[in-house]
């Protein structure tokens, strides 16, 4: 569940960000270097920011950290290639919409969300990869419940077969996930 909420927040945040990089080079050129500093950091380094950030919620400080590691880490696919799949639009959709007096609403609706949703998609894909991967880390570090915090107890009981289980077990979730993103994916190209 928790990799659902860190995702969700990751792709509400990311895609905006993404539209505005695309469509705004005043936005590129304040925000792109910042993104590039930010983007290669390893969850194991924003974990403990997180755990930081959320010091004074009590029990909850590790699920809000984790959460918070979880998002920041995700968005950055979802970010960088929203806004390639903007950059990428025909310059004669876009004219074609002033031509037709479309509000920016409707030309966000009918023209850039629509020519953009391949870029989106493989954002979306490669943010829930990077999700997933990164709430095993979470667990392990936090020692929250779930395959990560099993992984490192089953590292601890030095029992190698439940180690090569659990990796074989994250592979296949991820593999899953990948899969059932491709179909959403699909239904909204035949949509």
């Known amino acids: 569940m928790l990799v659902a909420k860190g995702y969700a927040i990751a792709l509400l945040v990311g895609t905006p ?22 983007r290669p950091v390893s969850p194991l ?41 903007v950059r990428s639009i025909p310059t004669d959709y876009l004219n074609v919409a002033k031509v037709l007096k479309l509000s920016r609403t409707k030309t966000l609706v009918k023209v850039l969300i629509p020519a953009t949703l391949p870029y989106i998609f493989t954002g979306f894909r490669l943010s829930l990869g990077i999700a997933w991967l990164v709430i095993v880390a979470a667990e392990m570090l ?38 059932l993103m491709s179909l959403v994916e699909r239904r909204f190209k035949t949509a």
């Open 45 to 85: 380094a924003w974990l403990p920011l997180g755990l930081v950030l959320f010091l004074g919620a009590g029990k909850q400080a590790s699920e809000l950290g984790a959460l918070f590691t979880i998002a920041v880490c995700a968005m950055w696919p979802t970010v960088l290639n929203t806004a390639v799949g």
């Open 17 to 38: 960000i993404g539209f505005m990089l695309g469509l705004s080079k005043t936005f590129t050129k304040t925000v792109d270097p910042i993104i590039q500093v930010l």
């Open 142 to 179: 936090t020692g929250r419940p779930g395959v990560g915090g099993f992984l490192w107890q089953e590292y601890n009981a030095l029992n190698y077969s439940r180690i090569i289980l659990c990796i074989l077990t994250i592979g296949f979730v991820g593999f899953v996930l990948d899969r």
